[in-house]
């Protein structure tokens, strides 16, 4: 049997894991692994795997995974393949709230994966539609946040874990989530509620009566995030179904909300690239893309101060960074608000104050074809 050749660009923890998984795997090889490092300093990898070269990725690949986490780079790498017609898989929902609706635009495949938290509510919602299931509210499950979290904190738990100290920023002081749950709104139908996600703080997954009561105001299914300690690390869909309740008694207990609006649809966990190779199959059998930031999105993610920022400064990083925290924001009323990923290295030329929405005024933006393909997104 032929293997399927999977181009891999990215050489960190998400894209190490598919390599190892893709060894064990019958239908798949990684043919080529792209990387911005020196070939010679990176260890573990089978000799002739990893380049430099993006059109040698490209030329050695049937389908390209990206998950590098930059945004300016996955945009380039998936603008070669996309052009070569090659069909791309991600799991890199930061690549898909910036730059990803270019590429929906141009009628190109490109779909995140399963795995992470809007491959999972997206294929969660692909199994209870099919119930007979109305979503009311696509939720992200978290234990803790802290918007503001201290540099040698975020340094030991990187350590700790074996994942790069950006990643492990973007995760405690919510941006990542905010990512996720834009993508989870654009791609899926969903808004968020005024004034922005509420993250309430729960003692029970089943206290989830207060979103359905949002959704019904909005008259739309909403996206948005829960604390709740204990709770396991998935992912739920809160939704009614007319059906399950002409059943009454024999459907209850944990499927319920507390006050019985609707009923629990849950994931208790999301497996990254444990799971992301079943997307890569579905795709070679036909399947259409499971999730994308859509052709028009309404969510992008704005940059906002975590405390003061003075002219002349740098912000090396937007995302994963201690200079600011994403939030989702409506882009039609945030026209100059910069997206948080595309913030790489960027000088500061006016002051901003701590709470304040960092915009395009306020820093020299480096020209690329990520900031090109964003301004396009946000002037239709």
């Known amino acids: 049997m032929n293997k399927t050749r999977i181009g891999v660009v990215g050489t960190g923890f998400i894209a190490t894991g598919l390599r190892h998984l893709i060894q064990t795997s019958p239908d798949f090889v990684t043919s080529k692994i792209l990387t911005r490092r020196p070939v010679n300093s990176i260890d573990g990898s089978p000799e002739g795997i990893l380049t430099n070269s993006l059109n040698e990725l490209i030329d050695h ?35 898909h709230t910036t730059t990803g609706s270019y590429f929906v635009r141009r009628g190109d495949y490109i779909t995140d994966a399963d795995g992470d938290q809007p491959g999972c509510l997206a294929r969660l919602k692909q199994e209870i539609i099919g119930m007979g299931f109305e979503p009311m509210a696509y939720v992200n499950i978290k234990g803790f946040i802290n918007l503001n979290p201290e540099r040698k904190e975020m340094e030991y738990w990187s350590e700790q874990q074996g994942i790069r100290l950006e990643q492990v920023v973007s995760f405690t002081d919510g941006t990542k989530l905010q990512i996720e749950q834009a993508l989870v709104a654009n791609g899926l139908g969903a808004t968020i509620a005024p004034g922005g996600m509420t993250g309430a703080r729960v003692e029970n997954l089943n206290d989830m009566d207060y979103l ?9 299914a909403v996206s948005d995030f829960t604390l709740c300690k204990g709770a396991p690390p998935g992912v739920l869909i809160v939704a009614k179904n007319k059906e399950a309740d002409r059943l009454g008694k024999y459907i209850v207990g944990p499927l319920k909300t507390t006050e019985g609006l609707a009923y629990m649809m849950l994931r208790p966990y999301h497996l990254c690239h444990l799971e992301a190779l079943n997307t890569v199959r579905r795709v070679i059998a036909g399947e259409d893309m499971l999730i994308n930031n859509s052709a028009n999105p309404e969510f992008t993610i704005a940059a906002i101060a975590k405390g003061k920022i003075s002219r002349g400064s740098v912000i090396e990083k937007g995302a994963g960074g201690f200079e600011v925290r994403g939030v989702a924001v409506k882009m039609s009323t945030n ?11 960027t000088r500061v030329i006016r002051d901003i104050e701590p709470g304040q929405t960092v915009c395009f005024d306020d820093v020299e933006m480096t020209e690329s074809n990520a900031l090109n393909f964003y301004q396009q997104i946000l002037n239709g």
Do not use: W, Y
């Not at 995974?65 to 070569?84: K, P, Q, R, Y």
């Open 335 to 345: 026209k100059n608000a910069v997206p948080i990923c595309l913030l790489q290295n």
């Open 61 to 95: 690949s049937d389908i390209v995974f990206e998950c590098s986490g930059d945004v300016v780079h996955a945009t380039d790498a998936i603008l070669a393949a996309t052009n070569a017609k090659k069909k791309v898989v991600t799991l890199n929902a930061e690549f």
């Open 212 to 220: 359905v009561r949002i959704a019904e105001q909005m008259g739309q």
